[in-house]
């Protein structure tokens, strides 16, 4: 199987339907009692989406002012959520892709003005192929191809690292974790590493991350793996089922294991110029400018918007019928907010791809609390 092909198949068993029922077990109110009406709100969101599981955390001026779980990691077992489980942090893989990336861009190991034919073997008929497979045997799937002209010869890597590379490259945003996650086989088409190895090496390993893994394939990360929090969905009738994981390999746009706490650390690094230059960080952080002089929602592995006069950068994290998270900084008050969640509900509801985090009632608590009082 191509390299393409099996990017495609990251995406698509994503969204994998639960494989049995495997417990009957109600939502009830959290055991873990909330200490404040704020941590109340939480708790009572998550039982409003169905939620079994979440993992909160909160920083403010880098120190770590709320870390706690509510609800289930392992309802089977009775394995309650912390702020140290590990979970699938799907699409906030992207930020954390951003900083590796751009690391390798100052270390002039790659340049985002490069075409991605040039980096990508056998990108075109690769393309030609994967679409031909999709209308004829997943129509439903066409949408990740069928805007896109992997013939033109202007598709550079700053156009999948922004969600532009569509129709005409530069001219529109589209979000597409299929076109990004391709930007990983150029990161290892080009250093001959692994995107897995530079995770591990760049970022846990440098940062002493305790509870982390660039993937649930990594063998040396038994450890932290074997205390995954499960992944669920509710029937009609209240009830969770375990689902499958999503597929297990890692690519640019999912596939990393973190816990809430560990991202608060990597949060930390980040603000500070420790895993990215003061430059680059500026630069992911930067809405990309359009053909038409516009400015997208997106900038590199980043969201960017204003709110009351502030900058809210943030991701979201979805993989259907699996994990959901959130990772939302205030700029100008050094104010960061992680949450992670063991079923799709956290983000599904609300529509984040189109670039206003302020659809999410559980962004709009925070914000609430923390920055309109």
Known sequence: MSKFLFLLCVIIFASCEAKKKNSITKITQSEQPANSVFEQQVDSLRLEYKI????????????????????M?????????????PLRIASLTKPIFSTILMQLVEEKKIDLNWKIKDYYPDYVRSCERTLAYLNDEMPE?????DQYHPERNDILLKHHFSHTADNIPGTDYKYNGF?????SDVVENVTHLTFDKWVDSLVIKKLNLKNSAPSQLDKSKKLVLDKIALPYTIDAD????????????????????????????????????IVISNESKVKVLKPFELADKNLSPYGYGWFIQKYNGHTLVWHYGLQPNAYSGLYLKVLEKDLTLV???????????????????????????????????
Do not use: C
């Open 339 to 373: 949450i992670l969640a063991n079923s799709q509900n956290l983000s599904d509801p609300f529509d984040l791809g189109k670039g206003n985090v302020l659809n999410s009632k559980f962004a709009m608590t925070f914000l609430n609390e923390f920055l309109n009082k």
């Open 52 to 71: 079994p599981g979440i993992s909160i955390g909160i920083s403010i001026n880098d120190s770590i002012h709320l870390i706690r779980g509510f609800g």
């Open 141 to 145: 799937y066409s949408f990740l191809l």
């Open 238 to 273: 209240g009830y969770f089922e375990q689902s499958e994981f999503p597929h297990l390999a890692l690519n640019a746009g999912a596939g990393l294991v973190f816990s809430t706490k560990d991202i608060l650390l990597f949060d930390k690094a980040f603000n500070n110029n």
């Open 73 to 85: 990691a392992n309802i089977e077992e009775e394995i309650p959520m912390t702020g140290d489980t």
């Open 179 to 183: 076109l990004f996650g391709m930007l």
